[in-house]
């Protein structure tokens, strides 16, 4: 099998959601920048299929400092402060960029951008267009990226990062045929975007299989709080086919309520402060323990009803969960919807510094792949944002950074030629792997975790990642490298969970008893690479 040197560039951006095309409009005033995908650019990838919005202040009532607040009490101050600072104070002059190059939000009637309410937040600062927030954002970025000179490699699989001693000088990558390349840069950029396409009901794309995670793992890198992964309170159950389909925030934001099977509004008992829009670890386990305690619908959700909203304001401010659910049968202006918890967004991810730096040299990581802006848990609209504002950062960071001496390690170009030839004599089809994983993942690693479920899940990820892997074709075995990934990321999680001797956020440990909230916790980010695990201490104030 041979491996051709396709590219040798000043910047690598490896993904083509909100974040890396973000990136790569920046790096490429710094020199030649390739931007490589596995799905079509602007096409794949989560952010398009972001409904709600995008957090910015931009009211004299609001306060930079008050969404900082907001972003670490509901992170369960997990979060790095001085990464939540830059996101906050950054994030009005990345909607300004938005907006200058033509994307279309909704405006108030006196002209000023429309902002709306989320969880978790004491002002309405989330900006949107309709529900369709993420593909206008994407449309005007890919329009962006077109004017300048990024190259675009699209359908290439990134299989691994490529090394010269400890520096990532660029990554290995299988095209459409399954041939392997090689890509050299000065400064590569990992902007692969969540993985929550380990767990058997996810809101993700059939791209969020959280290869960033695996490869900048395998490369070397640390990365932190790998547990935290949110599970969104509102995913689709009823019918089947629309099973873990994000209903957006923008539900509860327009006034949605939620009830369970005796009609009764539960959330008083869990947050009567804020209701329905309280952060969405709170409203997703209130949810959860609604179903487990019997109160659920037939179909295992609880009802999310819009019916007392003018019909004028669902069409106007939520068409495409209008669209969504009729294409089902459901007239949502008239049905209440039925919803259910689904695995949605990795806050933990590789260690960065506020420029994108991970702890590699010549590797930065920008969006869902980075860990540390949103701590235990995602304020909704916080995440567009973040594409945004670390894209821009990560992209100039990597595009200002120097030339660099780039020889390639053919024994580890070698050893990937051995690993993919392989997956022509493998055994074992990697979608009953993957499929295995999943169940596995949604049963031992989900809402409710102990130490116990918690080793059994980690055990089924060692023992499927061992697996005699069979490529059908050429054509196949990306999907084999796909599923390791898969495989390692989950591994990643289970690992930084038994880490994790307590309840924060989105990880809630059933078997440890705990006397602290999350404000005093002792224990800061765990971490894990391949050199070392474990979880750091942290100072409490009194």
């Given at each position: 099998m041979p491996a051709d040197e396709v590219c040798d560039c000043h910047v690598l951006v490896i993904g083509s959601g909100g974040a890396g095309v973000r990136a790569a409009i920046e790096a490429s005033q710094y020199g030649e920048t390739v931007l490589i995908s596995k799905t079509i650019v602007g096409k794949g990838g989560c952010t398009p299929m972001a409904e709600g919005g995008y957090n910015a202040v931009l009211r004299e009532q609001d306060a930079c400092g008050i969404h900082f607040e907001d972003t670490l009490k509901g992170g369960a101050y997990l979060n790095n402060p001085e990464l939540v600072d830059h996101l906050v104070r950054e994030s009005p002059l990345r909607m300004g960029d938005l907006v200058k190059w033509g994307a279309v939000f909704d405006f108030t009637e006196d002209d000023e951008l429309a902002q709306r309410p989320f969880g978790g937040q004491r002002f309405p600062r989330t900006c949107y267009a309709g529900d369709r927030t993420g593909h206008e954002m994407m449309v005007t970025l890919v329009e962006r990226l077109d004017g300048?000179?990024?190259?675009?490699?699209?359908?290439?699989?990134?299989i691994d990062l490529l090394k010269d001693g400890d520096a990532v000088i660029g990554a290995m990558a299988l095209d459409e045929k399954g041939d392997l390349v090689l890509l050299k840069a000065d400064s590569t950029i990992l902007a692969t975007g969540g993985g929550t396409k380990i767990y058997d009901i996810s809101t993700n794309s059939s791209s969020g299989t959280g290869d960033g995670f695996a490869m900048g793992y395998r490369a070397g890198a640390e990365l932190i709080d790998m547990e935290m992964v949110q599970f969104h309170p509102t995913g689709a159950v009823y019918p089947y086919d629309a099973r873990g389909r994000l209903v957006t925030e923008a539900v509860r934001g327009e006034g949605g309520i939620l009830k369970n099977a005796k009609g009764e509004r539960f959330m008083k008992n869990?947050?009567?402060?804020?209701?329905?829009?309280?952060?969405?670890?709170?409203?997703?386990?209130?949810?959860?323990?609604?179903?487990?305690?019997?109160?659920?619908?037939v179909h295992g959700g609880v009802y999310l009803d819009v019916t007392h909203l003018p019909r004028e304001q669902i069409e106007a401010r939520l068409p495409v969960m209008l669209e969504q659910f009729l294409r089902f049968g459901v007239d949502i202006r008239i049905t209440p919807m039925e919803v259910a918890p689904t695995a949605h967004h990795v806050m933990g991810g590789l260690r960065i510094t506020p420029h994108g730096q991970s702890t590699l040299p010549g590797l930065f990581a920008c969006g869902e792949v980075a860990g540390g802006v949103h701590g235990a848990n995602r304020l909704g609209g916080n995440a567009l944002a973040d594409t945004q504002v670390f894209g821009k950062r990560a992209g100039e960071a990597a595009g200002k950074a120097g030339t660099r001496k780039k020889t390639v390690d053919r024994e580890q170009v070698g050893g990937q030629q051995k690993r993919i030839a392989g997956f022509l004599d493998g055994n074992t089809n990697p979608a009953l792997v993957r499929r295995e994983l999943q169940l596995a993942m949604w049963q031992g690693a989900g809402i409710f975790r102990n130490a116990g479920e918690l080793e059994n899940t980690l055990a089924t990820a060692t023992q499927l990642s061992g697996m005699h892997l069979r490529a059908a074709s050429a054509r196949n075995l990306a999907e084999c490298c796909i599923v390791q990934n898969m495989c390692c990321v989950a591994s990643l999680v289970c690992r930084s969970a038994l880490l994790r001797r307590e309840s924060r956020g989105a990880h809630v440990r059933t078997d440890i008893a705990q006397s602290y909230d999350a404000e005093h916790s002792p224990f800061g980010h765990t971490f894990i690479s391949q050199s070392r695990e474990g979880i750091e201490p942290r100072e409490v104030t009194p």
């Open positions: 300048t000179g990024v190259t675009t490699l699209q359908e290439y699989t990134v869990y947050d009567p402060a804020r209701m329905e829009l309280s952060t969405r670890d709170v409203v997703a386990r209130a949810i959860a323990t609604e179903i487990q305690q019997d109160r659920g619908t």
